[in-house]
């Protein structure tokens, strides 16, 4: 009886979620007539792998972010942070160890107190396809070897951060992809610096949320005015006020993270321009491609 009542609540719970999504992308799809192309078609939306597809995949690997472009994501998204003697590393976590199989105790290590030689001494636990052996790249191993797709790279506060933007902006400048990477900020201070160093047309992505210290709505304006390529926003804060106020101030909205198609749906149907997932397979069967601005 009891195995009963719980299989009833599970589905009346599923039942409840799926006519909210019914809801949200029907109400959505009324209420945002801007987000289309201008013979009047509606722009799908981008999948971006993250980190390359961290559920598909070993994370931030080289592989990963080439399979992401094989299956059909429209780029990938990944981090990176600086060693101790000076190499921009792609990396996502502040300490060492979770990728590589560490138990949580001993994940003590900062990467910003480790060589580039000590990181990428052992291999990453190997995720999905991979059979093993793939070590740390640096950022110089992405731009080389990940020829297609966009790359959303975000920077990592870590020590000597001044130094990681300095060097980052430095190796961009020798790589022919800056039409190819949207360069996530942890500020507008940041922003406006790579900005400087990069030039007007470089593609900036910024998350409103950053500053704690005002409400989300007064930091949102702060970066719109400042006018990134791009905000990163969380997904459950996604909504259609919040989607026509950006995009009225030329700037596209990426929500993270997402696995779940449904939900995509939706988003989509909100009008977001792209979204960041673990599980881009399941999300390109969903979301059509579309050119990147």
């Avoid at 959505?28 to 939306?45: D, E």
């Avoid at 991979?130 to 950022?139: C, E, F, K, Q, S």
Wanted: one cysteine or more.
């Amino acid at each position: 009886m009891r195995n009963r009542v719980e299989i009833t609540r599970r589905s009346i719970q599923s039942l409840a979620t799926a006519l909210l999504l019914t809801f949200l992308v029907g109400a959505a799809a009324g209420q945002l007539g801007s987000v289309r192309t201008s013979n009047g078609a509606p722009l799908p939306t981008l999948v971006i792998a993250h980190r390359g597809g961290a559920k598909e995949s070993t994370e931030n690997t080289i592989e990963a972010f080439q399979r992401a472009s094989k299956i059909g994501a429209a780029g990938i998204e990944t981090d990176i942070r600086l060693t101790r003697d000076g190499v921009v590393v792609v990396y996502h976590d502040d300490r060492f160890g979770r990728v590589e199989g560490l138990a949580p105790a001993q994940q003590t290590r900062l990467i910003s107190d480790m060589t580039y030689a000590e990181l990428t001494a052992g291999t990453l636990v190997p995720v999905g396809e991979d059979h093993g052996g793939r070590r740390v790249p640096a950022l110089e191993d992405l731009l080389a070897n990940v020829k297609t797709g966009l790359l959303n790279i975000e920077l990592k506060r870590c020590a000597k951060f001044d130094e990681l933007v300095d060097k980052t902006a430095r190796i961009l400048k020798r790589y022919a992809v800056l039409d190819r990477v949207i360069l996530e900020a942890p500020d507008l201070k940041t922003a406006q610096k790579l900005r400087e160093e990069l030039g007007p047309n470089l593609k900036l992505h910024i998350n409103p949320a950053y500053d704690g210290s005002v409400p989300f709505n007064v930091s949102l304006e702060r970066v719109l005015e400042f006018k990134p390529h791009s905000i990163s926003v969380y997904y459950k804060k996604a909504s259609i006020e919040l989607v026509e106020q950006a995009h009225k101030a030329g700037v596209e909205v990426w929500v993270w993270t997402l696995d779940l198609p449904e939900i995509a749906g939706a988003m989509a149907a909100l009008g977001v321009d792209a979204i960041k997932t673990d599980l881009p397979t399941r999300l390109v069967g969903v979301l059509r491609y579309r050119t990147p601005r």
